[in-house]
Every structure is written in structure tokens, then in C-alpha cells.
């Protein structure tokens, strides 16, 4: 199964005001019809990580092809719980006592991040929430160890040194979440390294949660591999549940960032300032970091016309990169930013008050939607 993505957004450029995010409802359908197969085949349970995706206008969709959510503490579960319904899987580094139980109410699972945590909140589960414990299996195919959670030092899930059997009792389930942006075959790996460190307390669980990271809708990604996997790990386990959480598989290639060129100006080369910030609405072109694809540019020097795009914040860093272009940029020329949807509106900033990118939908009927816009009070009120 293969995903067709012709975006059609050219057909409503003009009506949408810009800096602006821009889902297309075909295209995350697309993403959903795969990940639904992936479920019907494997017969694992798919959530959406709110995390990396929460655009909640487009909630009703997914639903129709995913469990639930997974979320990461209790505004999260929240929104999952007024936008979403159906599972609700709460995971979080820690839990603290002003929000614990809120959390139980809302979630069906919860996940401990390490046994004190689960000691100290264990009589408040009982009966209300599936518990589970997260694990870390130790391998990781991540070479950055910003998003590496098997990190030497890592403070994200119990090793097996640490792991203590005994303490056990009321626990429904494991979790590890290893993966960043990986295909089927890395998750092959890192299953078979929790397998041999942990594989002796499954069969006293009801769930094994396979954590986030899979990158199941890139164009090379092996799903076929992917439901072999999950079929063959049921089989061992007496058909255990397995869960899959992906964020950014669910985002991925769905949408877009829509910009415009407000100047232009000269040092050393060309420069664009546009009326949108890398530094604030796409912060991991900053972080991880990686160049962002612009639609109908290439690289510096490939095309006719090369300039630099730069962004409206004060930060010396904040821009995207050099493209090349078939003609000269101009004034007013509107700048598309490719696959913009997952890790961006969830982690922007006002920071130097520059204003929050509106958010719209190109419906499947062809009409253009803006959903949602922001002003100076977005700004005020978060400081
Ligand atoms: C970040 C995260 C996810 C989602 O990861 P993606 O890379 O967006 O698929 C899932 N589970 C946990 C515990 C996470 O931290």
C-alpha cells in the first residue's frame, strides 16, 4: 500500500493569509488510510502522540481510524479528553501530586516512569487505570542525543539494572519508546534488545506499548516489515496487546507553512525577510537541526536565482537557509514551506512578539477554511 500526495494548495493561495499553516485533509487521510492497515493487518492498536500533532480541528478524521491518544501529562489528556475521546494513554517523566488524579480520571492507561513514582501513587490506580512501567531497552539508532532517550544517563525509563520485579504487583503493561523518524528494521532491533532484557515479565502483562518514532507513512518505510513484526510478537505472547503511539507519522507530509516575502534586502547576496520565523514556527529546523524544503526551490546555485530566506524575529540565527528559485523574488511573492504540520504549532513561541502563524484547512471539497488566528493578547497573556 503506498501513499499518493498531490498537494492543492496553489488552487487557494490566494485567499489564504499569510504567515499560516495549512493542513490538507486529503492528504492526512492518506496518512490515516495507511496507518489504519497497519492495525487491520497487525492487529496492534494505533494512538496519536499529541505531542508532536494536536491540531484538534482535524480530531474528528482521525478518530475515525485511531484508538485514542497518547499523551504526555494532563494538558494533553485534557485535550484528548474534550477533542478526541475514545483511548487515552498518559506517559510523563513525572507526575506530581496536584495533578495525579485528574490524570487517572482521565486516562485508561498510565504510565510510570520510573517504580517510585508507581510506589507513590500505586493505591490511587488501583482499579481506575491500567498501569504500566517504561523501560529503557538501551539501544538506539538516534545520532543525536537531544532526541536519543537511550542517552548515556538517560533519565527516561527504568534499565534493567534498576528494574525491580518485586515491586510488580498491579502493573499491566511495559513501554519503551526508543525511535526517532526509524524505519521498521530499527524497530526489529531495539523490540529484540527489550525482548532479551525484559522478556520475562511479559507474559505476566496485558500490554506492551511499542512506543513513538515509527515513521510508518515516509515513502520508504517498510509496513509490510512492520506488520511482521507485531504478528510475530503477538504469536509469542499469547496475542498480547500491542500498541504503536506515533506523532509524527501522522503529521508527516500533510501540510504546509504558507509565507510572504515583506522586503528584500542585500549583503553578499540576496535576502528575503519574510513574515515568519524559523526560530518560532519551525523550531526543529533550529534544533535538530534540518533544512526545510521549499516548494519549487532548490538548493543554492541549482536554479537561476539564488537568495537567502531569513526570518522576522531579532535573533541573528533565524533564518532558513539559501534556495534557488527560476526567477528573481519579489515583494508580496508567497514562500511555501513543505511538511509543516507535526512538531511546529505545538512547540511555537511569541517570542520578540512576533505573531503566532494562523491555522487553516483545505477541506476535501476544495474550499479553503482559516480555523483559527492570533493577536497581541496570545502574547500578553503567557507572560
Ligand atoms: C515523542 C513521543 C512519541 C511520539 O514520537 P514521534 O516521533 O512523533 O512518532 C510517542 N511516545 C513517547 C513516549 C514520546 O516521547
Given at each position: 500500500m503506498k501513499i499518493k500526495r498531490v498537494s492543492k494548495i496553489d488552487s487557494v493561495l490566494k485567499e489564504i493569509p499569510t504567515p499560516c499553516y495549512v493542513l490538507e485533509e486529503e492528504l492526512l487521510r492518506e496518512n490515516l488510510k495507511l496507518l489504519k492497515y497497519v492495525?487491520?493487518?497487525?492487529?496492534?492498536?494505533?494512538?496519536?502522540?499529541?505531542?508532536?500533532?494536536?491540531?484538534?480541528?482535524?480530531?474528528?478524521?482521525?478518530?475515525?481510524?485511531?484508538?485514542?491518544?497518547?499523551?504526555?501529562?494532563?494538558?494533553?489528556?485534557?485535550?484528548?479528553?474534550?477533542?478526541?475521546?475514545?483511548?487515552?494513554?498518559?506517559?510523563?517523566?513525572?507526575?506530581?501530586?496536584?495533578?495525579?488524579?485528574?490524570?487517572?480520571?482521565?486516562?485508561?492507561?498510565?504510565?510510570?516512569?520510573?517504580?517510585?513514582?508507581?510506589?507513590?501513587?500505586?493505591?490511587?490506580?488501583?482499579?481506575?487505570?491500567?498501569?504500566?512501567?517504561?523501560?529503557?531497552?538501551?539501544?538506539?539508532?538516534?545520532?543525536?542525543?537531544?532526541?536519543?532517550?537511550?542517552?548515556?544517563?538517560?533519565?527516561?525509563?527504568?534499565?534493567?539494572?534498576?528494574?525491580k520485579p518485586e515491586l510488580l504487583e498491579g502493573v499491566e503493561g511495559l513501554h519503551f519508546h526508543a525511535l526517532c523518524e526509524e524505519n521498521a528494521g530499527a524497530l526489529e532491533a531495539v523490540l529484540g534488545s527489550f525482548e532479551e532484557k525484559f522478556g520475562k515479565y511479559i507474559p505476566q502483562m496485558k500490554w506492551v506499548n511499542f512506543g513513538g518514532g515509527h515513521h510508518i507513512t515516509r515513502d520508504d518505510y517498510d509496513v509490510e516489515k512492520l506488520i511482521k513484526i507485531i504478528k510475530d510478537f503477538k504469536d509469542r505472547y499469547d496475542n498480547i496487546e500491542v500498541y504503536l503511539e506515533p506523532g509524527e507519522a501522522i503529521g508527516w507530509q500533510s501540510g504546509v507553512l504558507i509565507a510572504t516575502v515583506v522586503d528584500i534586502v542585500h549583503n553578499g547576496i540576496d535576502i528575503a525577510l519574510l513574515d515568519t520565523s524559523a526560530e518560532a514556527h519551525m523550531p526543529d529546523t533550529i534544533i535538530m537541526p534540518y533544512r526545510v524544503e521549499v516548494r519549487d526551490a532548490g538548493k543554492e546555485g541549482e536554479k537561476r536565482y539564488t537568495i537567502k530566506l531569513g526570518g522576522n524575529s531579532c535573533l541573528a540565527g533565524d533564518f532558513m537557509g539559501n534556495y534557488s528559485f527560476d526567477r528573481k523574488l519579489k515583494i508580496g511573492d508567497k514562500i511555501i514551506f513543505e511538511d509543516q504540520m507535526h512538531y511546529t504549532f505545538v512547540k511555537n513561541t511569541t517570542f520578540n512578539g512576533v505573531r503566532l502563524p494562523s491555522l487553516g484547512i483545505l477541506r476535501e471539497n476544495g474550499e479553503y477554511e482559516t480555523i483559527k488566528s492570533f493577536d497581541y493578547n496570545d502574547y500578553k497573556r503567557r507572560i
Open positions: 492495525k487491520d493487518k497487525s492487529g496492534a492498536k494505533i494512538l496519536l502522540a499529541l505531542k508532536g500533532y494536536a491540531f484538534y480541528e482535524s480530531f474528528p478524521m482521525i478518530r475515525e481510524y485511531l484508538d485514542g491518544c497518547c499523551s504526555s501529562g494532563l494538558h494533553e489528556s485534557i485535550l484528548a479528553k474534550e477533542e478526541f475521546g475514545k483511548e487515552i494513554h498518559t506517559y510523563s517523566p513525572v507526575f506530581k501530586d496536584d495533578e495525579i488524579d485528574e490524570i487517572i480520571e482521565l486516562s485508561n492507561h498510565i504510565t510510570f516512569n520510573s517504580f517510585s513514582q508507581y510506589q507513590r501513587y500505586k493505591d490511587k490506580t488501583k482499579g481506575k487505570v491500567s498501569v504500566g512501567i517504561r523501560v529503557n531497552p538501551q539501544l538506539s539508532f538516534s545520532t543525536v542525543a537531544h532526541y536519543n532517550p537511550c542517552a548515556m544517563n538517560s533519565r527516561l525509563g527504568v534499565t534493567i539494572v534498576e528494574f
